[in-house]
């Protein structure tokens, strides 16, 4: 049983978010949105964006405070995700970060695919040793207020290309596609060895599972990706990319795959044909909006089987595709705040009206 004291109806929420997994919510699509509030915590300055992405206690506090004044509509949880940014595996291998704001960024280490082969992972390496230390921290001060996740993980090609930068990755592919092929064997079993220890945790401290895409499930869940994937074509994918991700998956029972700009629209169908990827998010990227205009890229993708995360711009795309698409399988994650509760119950009536 799920409780949680900012979302008294969590256990509900939760089941059915298990049933858009199967494509089983026939009564309404389900919703992620957040509710505008503001913070009540005052504003802590740092040095560096370093030192603000370190200071896990504030990390914590700021996380203590959102929730308790927040509001938790239809699907969305109170959540804390233990990230320090997209390539934290790659790190395992040697990498360093380098922090901004907002995000983090790799500092390639490698001149080549030879190069690479030789390096020895490690998971006792600062960066992911912090990332595992935070998740510890958030499922304690977390217990009965939120659900901590795992973090962004970047697996297969993501890795080489943080490892060597993405330029040289691209070159390796089109000089020795076969040496590239195994570079990514290499990396795989290291990423999914991270995703167990990043889900272990998790499980002892009976979560749900989910990562920063908040698809929620008591069932391990998974987002198989290759951002990479826009930079190659469909060929080397299928047959060099897909089988690594079909094999990091063999660790999880839910999977939604993140299709990363029109330019990955490529592999569609390539993704389609693979039966342990659950559903797909498609971001279209920004000026490609809004998600009223992929409506024969969501309409491909269900009648495939497979369910949809709709990256919605405005009301407007959920009340359109709403009508256009139906409930089963749809999930409809709000990329805008709604301005009050009322304002957010509305959509989720709206919804219901299918």
């Not at 993405?166 to 000089?175: F, G, H, T």
């Amino acid at each position: 049983m799920l409780e949680l004291t900012a979302k008294p109806d969590a256990a509900e929420a939760l089941q059915r978010m298990e049933r858009w997994w199967l494509r089983e919510n026939d009564d309404r699509a389900i919703l992620t949105i957040g509710v505008e509030t503001p913070s009540r915590l005052e504003a802590k300055t740092f040095s560096s964006p370093r030192e603000a992405w370190f200071d896990f206690d504030y990390r914590i506090e700021r996380a203590l405070a959102d929730v308790e004044h927040g509001c938790y509509v239809a699907e969305t949880f109170p959540c804390f995700e233990p990230n320090l940014g997209p390539d934290i595996v790659s790190t395992i291998f040697g990498l360093k970060l380098e922090f901004e704001p907002s995000t983090s960024w790799s500092v390639p280490i490698v001149d080549s695919i030879e190069e690479l082969l030789s390096l020895k992972p490690d998971f006792g390496v600062d960066l992911w040793q912090d990332v595992e230390k935070l998740q510890r921290m958030a499922i304690e001060a977390g217990k009965g207020k939120w659900i901590t996740l795992f973090t962004d993980l970047h697996p297969n090609m993501d890795v080489l290309a943080a490892l060597m930068g993405q330029e040289p990755a691209c070159i390796a592919v089109a000089d020795e596609p076969d040496q590239v092929a195994r570079a990514v064997e290499f990396v795989t079993p290291v990423c999914v060895e991270a995703y167990n220890r990043q889900i272990r945790p998790l499980e002892e401290a009976n979560l749900p599972i989910g990562c920063w895409i908040r698809g929620l499930s008591r069932h391990r869940t998974y987002v198989p990706e290759c951002d990479f994937s826009i930079l190659i074509g469909p060929k080397f994918f299928k047959e060099s990319v897909l089988p690594t991700i079909r094999e990091e998956m063999k660790a999880s029972d839910r999977n939604i795959y993140h299709l990363d700009g029109p330019g990955a629209l490529r592999h569609l169908d390539a993704i389609l044909e693979v039966p342990e990827i659950h559903a797909i998010q498609w971001v279209y990227g920004a000026g490609n909006g809004p998600a009223r205009n992929w409506l024969p890229v969501y309409k491909k993708i269900l009648d495939a089987g497979k369910g949809i995360r709709v990256e919605a711009e405005d009301c407007e795309d959920i009340r359109i595709l709403n009508e256009e698409l139906g409930s089963k399988g749809v999930w409809y994650a709000a990329n805008f705040s709604a301005p009050d509760l009322e304002a957010a119950n509305r959509i989720v009536n709206l919804l219901a009206k299918h």
